[in-house]
């Protein structure tokens, strides 16, 4: 398979480090950043509740002090909350370390503040359709053009994130859940393999004990083209390659 | 080498540097020694290229690429000297990209000002625009404000000041950032409001020049004016850098100039949100006040003066261009 029709399938970055080595980060889709988002606008509104009983009790004297003081309040929650998290050591907000998200940039390396600033101002087209109301202080849409802006990009990338060269991705390594190696002979492939179908091969084989037998024969019947049969048997010629590969390696 | 060799040789480090990156995301730099985080950071990539080459298992290799990427991100940290960045965007930054983007501060005047003086002028043939522009209540708060027969200091209607300046710090900075983003709908966004601004503040214009007391009007606008006003262009600037990615990309693919115009909208951003909160801190604290006509005016032509000088006088020596271009 050539190397484009690879990476149109991952959802992955893959980024080459100056110490020559690549890693691979993976890119979090709109439903975990939904999720997200909501805890954040959850504890947004409750923050303001909070900060408006006690400043109604303090300022019982003076509303008008009072109500500048929410306002200013409403200002920086509504423009400042996410843009100062994401501008943090950690890259994200209360609601996206819940889930386990982090903003980088595109390079792998920690956002700078200029970017969160910039992916969180644009965050108002993001909220499209439905205009929210920035003098109540609170931004609330529908995030209908970041959810298309998700959909049609490689990376899932809302507007924000493509003018701020941004990434949404998991901090935690993909759950990988082991089990008993395939116990099977190993065997030599008949032809020579570029080096990503043996690494394709090889994942074949580490992942092979996650799945069903349906599910092993579904994928191995790909590769019939490799080992000439269907089926169980294809199957466990394919993990006999693979086994080969690794043991060669 | 065996998978499992592998990883019983390399276990006792892995943990260790485990450990480390835990303490260290904790932001506890004291407790471990820092001089060796790098080292360790290049022995994790060595693993990790090792593994992906051997095709060692799938577990392996996100454990490993896991591991370098903590480090990376720990390791790799650009940003710092905040205090240099600020005064580097004053000395600088923001009057050189003022500089750099005339072309787009002229049309923004131009999409505020034809429609501002239109509307006005309009007046003095047909009064139905400016009437149904305004609306029946804010004509009735503009007699009640700017009115002939109006008396009194403008707090005494308006509320303290710190309320006001509350106000303007959420509606006007809020207002800003919706022309900067409304850039990335190809910029009509940004247009739109502009016009629209326009079009409104020259209706209250017309209105109160006619119908009510300008002086009462000029004085409590002409002090923050110049701020606001040229705030509310330089986000349009902004807004129109971003548009601009998408209608006009040159050479470069949408999604480079986007980012490209990401980069060097910046300054324009930042700088909008900073002559706004200027602008409410003398809006909030200075021109509701009762202070003689004549200083006021006179402050006004000052803050003009003084925004002139500084857009067209500063960050052009050798040092701050070199500055300027980092």
């Known amino acids: 398979m050539p190397r484009n029709d690879i990476e149109v399938l991952d959802t992955r ?51 008008a002090v009072g109500t500048g003081i929410l306002l200013i309040v409403a200002f920086f929650m509504s423009w400042g909350y996410f843009t100062y998290f994401e501008a943090g050591k950690r890259g994200a907000t209360i609601g996206k370390r819940t889930l386990g998200l982090r903003v980088i940039d595109r390079s792998g390396n920690n956002i700078t503040k200029g970017q969160a600033f910039v992916r969180n ?87 092979a004990s996650m799945w069903s037998e349906a599910r092993r024969i579904e994928l191995s019947d790909h590769a019939s083209d490799l080992t000439q049969k269907r089926g169980m048997a294809g199957m466990i010629k394919l993990l006999g390659m693979a086994k080969w590969i690794r043991e060669k390696k | 080498m065996k998978e499992t060799e592998f990883e019983a040789k390399n276990q006792p480090e892995w943990r260790k540097y485990d450990a480390t990156m835990e303490v260290l995301e904790r932001g506890d730099a004291e407790a471990v020694d820092i001089s060796k985080v790098p ?32 480090g990376h991100n720990l390791v790799a940290k650009s940003e710092g000297g905040v205090r240099e960045k600020i005064v580097h965007f004053f000395v600088a930054g923001f009057p050189q990209a003022m500089r750099r983007e005339w072309r787009l501060l002229v049309i923004c005047w131009l999409f505020f ?9 309009s007046y003095n043939h047909d009064q139905e625009w400016v009437h149904s522009l305004l609306g029946e209540s804010q004509r009735q708060n503009m007699d009640e404000w700017y009115g002939k027969n109006s008396t009194g200091s403008m707090r005494d209607e308006f509320g303290s000041n710190f309320q006001m300046f509350g106000h303007y710090i959420n509606n006007n900075i809020g207002i800003d950032l919706l022309i900067i983003a409304g850039g990335a709908l190809a910029g009509v966004g940004s247009l739109f409001i502009l016009l629209s601004n326009g079009l409104q503040m020259g209706a209250a214009m017309a209105y109160v020049m006619n119908e009510g007391s300008p002086e009462r009007l000029l004085s409590f606008v002409s002090g923050h004016a110049p701020y606001e006003l040229l705030g509310m262009i330089v986000a349009g600037m902004a807004g129109m850098r971003i548009g601009l990615a998408l209608i006009k990309p040159g050479q470069l693919s949408r999604g480079k100039a986007l980012m490209e115009s990401g980069k060097q909208g910046l300054p324009l951003i930042i700088g909008a949100c900073v002559l706004t909160f200027i602008a409410a801190i003398f809006e909030g604290f200075w021109s509701g006040d009762p202070w003689p006509v004549e200083l006021k005016y006179w402050v006004g032509y000052v803050g003009w003066f003084l925004l002139a000088v500084y857009f067209i006088f500063v960050g052009r020596s050798t040092k701050a261009r070199r500055i300027g271009s980092k």
């Open chain 2, 39 to 70: 080292a360790q950071v290049r022995a994790r990539c060595l693993d990790l290229s090792l593994a992906r080459y051997r095709l060692y298992g799938a577990r392996m290799c996100e454990y490993l690429n896991h591991q370098v990427t903590r």
């Open chain 2, 113 to 121: 000002l034809v429609p501002f003086f239109g509307i006005w002028v």
């Open chain 1, 121 to 207: 101002i644009l965050r108002l087209v993001d909220m499209l359709p439905g205009m929210p109301s920035t003098a109540a202080g609170v931004l609330i849409g529908s995030f209908g053009l970041g959810f298309f802006c998700c959909l049609f990009t490689k990376k899932f990338q809302r507007v924000g994130d493509l003018v701020a060269n941004t990434l949404v991705v998991y901090t935690q390594p993909e759950l990988m859940m082991t089990g008993q190696e395939p116990n099977v002979e190993s065997l030599a492939p008949t032809v020579a393999l570029a080096r990503e179908e043996q690494v394709a091969l090889a994942d074949y084989y580490s992942r």
């Open chain 1, 13 to 63: 970055q893959s980024v080459e480090l100056g110490e020559g080595v690549e890693i691979h980060l993976r890119i979090a889709g709109p439903f975990p950043r939904a999720l997200a988002l909501l805890l954040d606008m959850l504890i947004i509104g409750a923050t303001m509740t909070v900060v408006g009983f006690i400043v109604t009790i303090i300022s019982a004297g003076s509303a």
